[in-house]
């Protein structure tokens, strides 16, 4: 298990590297002038000069990477060049609003997909059909209509939530709890929508195994037979959806935080990378390739604790 | 329940972030929720921005000199000024009675510093002050500043970004972009600021003219975007901001909200390739004529801006005193005249312009552009420079290009677009005539302003410009608040953004 774990996080890092390397190369081809950019259009040209030798842009563009790379490995990434904040200070500033947003969703979706998947497997009938409904409903409508819809609804018909902001958990839990329902129910949806039908298929199939059939004449009970052995089974695939979804979700986050104007790493992704803040930008891309492959690892290690069958090595 | 304990626990953890409930508290005296359209780039006073940046200056920092309402020039920080005969050296008589908020007095050394660090910053208004020798503090609450030539925007400049004096202790700190230290009527609260989306002021309680304190406590939120923005206004969560369009403005006003309109940018095209470097056909200006009758102007302001503005063939905005009604209407909508004009300078078959385009000008208004000059025979051809627009633009890469502009003051306006150094003069176009009424406006006296008439006539009759409208922008403010737009500011000054009475 240890080497496992091992060989993975070396992986992850070989990863790290090669897609920093790329979207450093990426961002520098696609940038154009950049201190024209972070200087407007009323800046002289001299002054435009001036800025760009400032920031080190006249360096050839190794240079400029093996410059940010040292920094990067002891944990400095810079200064954004459009807010003058550290890249280290506004992402970890921001990482948790969007945790609490995605790994909100993934809860809720894991909890929701799950009772209706196995209600749908075990019932069939209309209750499959009505499941199946909702889940195709759930793909079909776009992320940012249902949080349009949610905020017209629930916060500027209804007054029960506020349109925009975050509260921070220690200024008002339950204030805290309000600011992140609406955007957390937005992103649950569509990942309920796909989960339940990874749950719904895989509890079906399981439902007919032998082993299934052996525990049942044993005297089980059906609660037990489902939710002790077919759901061990069952998760697996669903786990892997999860997965997929949690990283998904970091890219739904972009456009939920935007219509909910929360701060959270979506919200500063999107204004970095239209404003060309390659600093910050560079940043967010190893954080979030940071993140994705601890949640993979994460995933892996708890698809074998559910099923001792997986074998990791 | 693990559900709920990780999502608690990662709330836990987010405290650290230091965010603040955005909840509108009402503009009673108390607190003022202001909605801003963009970030601020930068707190550090020798690197700063202005226009929608601007609240976010005024609320830390004072600036030496200010402007009212009307755009005149008041004191500030310096109580007097004064030229000498030839307009090269300003006189600045410095207060005695301020104090910065990490308790070290203001005095004539500290204003004096602030000039030299702007005009060598760097700053994207770096150029406001590349006219100035030197400053000097001749004694603590005197400035002398000595120009190179006379610079009639001089004051208006100092009343902006280049006017904002920092406490020197800030000058090495390594957080100076992001911590302020000035001697402004609010200080920020670094505690509670998520940096990019919302600014805490709390009031100085040392500040020396309270009467420019109308809050306790201001928050500003950014919202770059229009339905986030809109969803705010709706939910009562701002009491006053700047807009992003005019599309939501009947919703925002139907939500209680009054409009305070504000005419600040022209938009149409500016001709620039006069000499005909890259395109020669621009070097007639039959050419440039016939392009300003192909467009109908009218129906483009109704469609691009829901009829909020002013048509014009004039770049020189309505206060300013250069501004001649009746060139509103110099140029009316005439296909048959544009042909006519093309046909006289040799181009019956037809003339090609390229053009640069982007996404954030806006795929209808490039489109109209397009149709509206094919309809007259002209082909508009257009490239993407993708980051590089700006750079491409000033730059000279196109002969004519599409962006809505500034009007500003008359001086700013003329180094802006006009003069031969200007950065949307971007092929230097000279001409004794023009650089005549320049020199003339630039010494100043009594022949200026007949000069900036002569010279607004002079470009509308040889069509430097080919301008549809002047856009009307509106900040809006709700029921419980009031606010003054400023001549030539993107949003009002602080200080004019007030509780109801």
């Known amino acids: ?313 | 329940m693990a559900a709920v304990a990780v999502v608690v626990a990662l709330g836990l953890t987010g405290c650290a972030a230091g965010n603040s409930d955005t909840s509108s508290t009402g503009g009673s005296g108390g607190t003022l929720n202001l909605g801003q359209i963009i970030t601020v780039s930068t707190f550090a006073a020798a690197q700063s921005n202005w226009a929608n940046e601007s609240p976010y200056m005024q609320a830390v920092y004072d600036t030496i000199l200010t402007a009212d309402t009307t755009g005149a020039i008041q004191p500030g920080l310096a109580t007097a000024w004064k030229y000498n005969a030839d307009n090269t050296v300003l006189t600045l008589t410095i207060r005695s009675d301020v104090k910065f908020t990490d308790g070290t007095a203001l005095d004539a050394s500290a204003v004096a510093q602030n000039l030299v660090r702007f005009r060598d910053g760097a700053g994207p208004n770096a150029s406001y002050l590349a006219n100035m020798t030197d400053a000097v503090a001749t004694d603590p609450t005197t400035v002398t500043m000595t120009l190179k030539a006379p610079d009639p925007a001089m004051l208006t400049y100092l009343s902006q970004n280049a006017g904002l004096v920092e406490a020197p202790s800030a000058f090495t700190s390594p957080d100076i972009q992001t911590v302020p230290v000035g001697s402004g009527p609010y200080i920020l609260d670094t505690a509670d600021t998520v940096v990019g989306t919302s600014y805490v002021f709390t009031k100085n309680p040392s500040y020396w003219n309270p009467t420019n304190q109308h809050y306790d406590k201001i928050v500003m939120s950014v919202f770059s975007d229009p339905t986030a923005l809109l969803n705010a206004v709706k939910g009562g969560q701002v009491n006053a901001t700047n807009t992003l369009n005019n599309t939501d403005l009947a919703q925002m006003t139907g939500a209680g909200f009054t409009a305070n309109p504000l005419e600040l940018n022209w938009a149409g095209l500016t001709l620039m390739d006069r000499n005909g470097t890259v395109d020669p056909a621009l070097k007639d200006v039959r050419v440039r004529q016939a392009i300003n009758y192909a467009f109908d102007t009218s129906s483009m302001l109704k469609t691009i801006e829901n009829g909020l503005g002013t048509t014009t063939s004039q770049v020189f905005p309505a206060n300013s005193v250069g501004y001649d009604p009746s060139l509103d209407s110099e140029y009316t909508f005439n296909v048959a005249k544009a042909k006519q004009l093309l046909a006289d300078a040799g181009y019956a078959n037809g003339v090609t312009i390229q053009m640069p385009s982007s996404a954030l000008l806006g795929q209808a208004t490039l489109t109209l552009i397009q149709q509206q000059l094919a309809d007259v025979g002209i082909t508009v051809e257009y490239t993407d420079p993708g980051n590089s627009f700006i750079a491409d633009v000033v730059g000279g890469k196109f002969p004519a290009v599409y962006i809505p502009l500034q009007q500003g003051g008359d001086w700013e306006l003329i180094q802006f677009l006009i003069s031969p150094t200007a950065p949307f003069n971007a092929f230097h176009t000279t001409d004794d005539t023009v650089n005549g009424y320049i020199a003339t406006i630039q010494k100043g006296g009594s022949d200026s302003d007949q000069a900036v008439k002569d010279l607004n006539k002079y470009l509308v009759d040889n069509a430097w410009f080919a301008p549809w409208y002047r856009t009307q922008s509106n900040f809006v403010t709700d029921a419980n608040t009031t606010a003054v737009v400023q001549p030539g500011n993107a949003v009002p000054y602080l200080w004019n953004i007030k509780p109801k009475a």
């Open chain 1, 1 to 313: 298990m240890l080497r496992f774990i091992l060989r993975r996080l070396a992986s992850g890092v070989v990863l790290i590297v090669v897609i920093s390397t790329v979207a450093f190369a990426l961002l520098y081809v696609g940038s154009g002038d950049i201190a024209r950019r972070i200087l407007g259009q009323t800046a002289t040209a001299d002054t435009v000069a001036q800025k760009a030798a400032s920031l080190g842009l006249n360096r050839p563009l190794y240079v400029q990477y093996g410059d940010w790379l040292s920094h990067a490995v002891t944990g400095n990434l810079g200064i954004s060049w459009f807010t003058g904040q550290p890249v280290m200070a506004a992402i970890t500033s921001r990482v948790a609003v969007t945790l609490s947003l995605v790994i909100g969703a993934t809860l809720i979706s894991a909890i929701v997909a799950v009772v209706l998947g196995v209600w749908a497997a075990r019932r069939r009938s209309w209750p499959d059909r009505l499941v199946q409904v909702i889940s195709v409903l759930g793909f079909a409508i776009p992320g940012f209509l249902i949080a349009l819809g949610l905020v017209l609804v629930f916060a500027i018909n209804l007054h029960w939530f506020k349109p925009t902001g975050f509260v921070q958990f220690a200024t008002s839990p339950s204030g805290w709890l309000a600011s992140i329902t609406l955007p957390v129910i937005a992103l649950a949806i569509g990942g309920i929508a796909g989960v339940t039908q990874q749950i719904r298929g895989s509890v079906i199939d399981a439902l007919r195994q032998d082993y299934v059939r052996t525990l049942r004449s044993r005297g089980l009970s059906a609660n037990r037979v489902i939710y002790k052995h077919v759901l061990r089974n069952a998760g697996g695939p669903a786990l892997a959806v999860l997965a997929v979804q949690f990283v998904g979700l970091l890219g739904g986050a972009v456009i939920v935080e935007q219509i909910f104007a929360i701060p959270g790493l979506g919200q500063v992704a999107v204004t970095a990378t239209t404003q060309g803040d390659v600093p910050l930008v560079m940043g967010l891309v190893v954080v979030t390739a940071i993140i994705v492959v601890v949640v993979n690892l994460l995933i892996d290690l708890l698809q074998a604790f559910l099923n001792p069958k997986v074998r990791l090595s």
